[in-house]
């Protein structure tokens, strides 16, 4: 797991000044820079799905004026109708998936694998699905988890 990291992100000047030449990063300080906010923003995700799952439960949409919880999430948090509804299952899912949770939270997962594995895992096949997806990308878990319904293993 990598270690948490300050990532100073600065926007580099169009031009140097004259005379002047920026130092540039080696690939390896940006890699870590870029895998540091992969893991941060999968922990982000993690909390989002926590904190909309608490949002529906208070119908937090009602007493602001809008018409359902995917009204919020479009007009709030700026997301498109079908990213909205994305979130949205996805958040309910994870709320019975503490494995798959997890694995987000730590950035083991992305939230476009998790997005995926939530389409097919129960509480009940979690831990398989969990498995079956360790080391491989999100294509491949597109593969795996393609012909499946809730509730199959990943070998069905």
Do not use: C
Request: charged share 30%.
């Amino acid at each position: 797991m990598l270690r948490e990291a300050a990532v100073e992100i600065t926007a580099a000047p169009s031009r140097a000044p004259e005379g002047r030449r920026e130092a540039r990063p080696d690939w390896q300080t940006v890699d870590h820079a870029l895998r540091t906010i992969a893991h941060r923003h999968a922990a982000l995700d993690a909390e989002e799905a926590r904190w909309l799952r608490e949002a529906e439960v208070l119908q937090i949409w009602r007493p602001l004026g809008m018409v359902s919880m995917l009204d919020y999430l479009e007009r709030t948090l700026g997301y498109a109708p079908r990213t909205a509804q994305d979130r949205l299952r996805v958040a309910r899912s994870l709320g019975g998936l503490p494995e798959l949770t997890a694995a987000l939270a730590t950035g083991q997962l992305m939230f476009s694998a998790v997005r995926e594995l939530t389409r097919v895992a129960t509480p009940a096949t979690e831990a398989e699905w969990s498995t079956a997806a360790a080391g491989k990308n999100v294509r491949q878990i597109e593969e795996l988890v393609a012909d499946h319904r809730p509730g199959d293993g990943p070998d069905d």
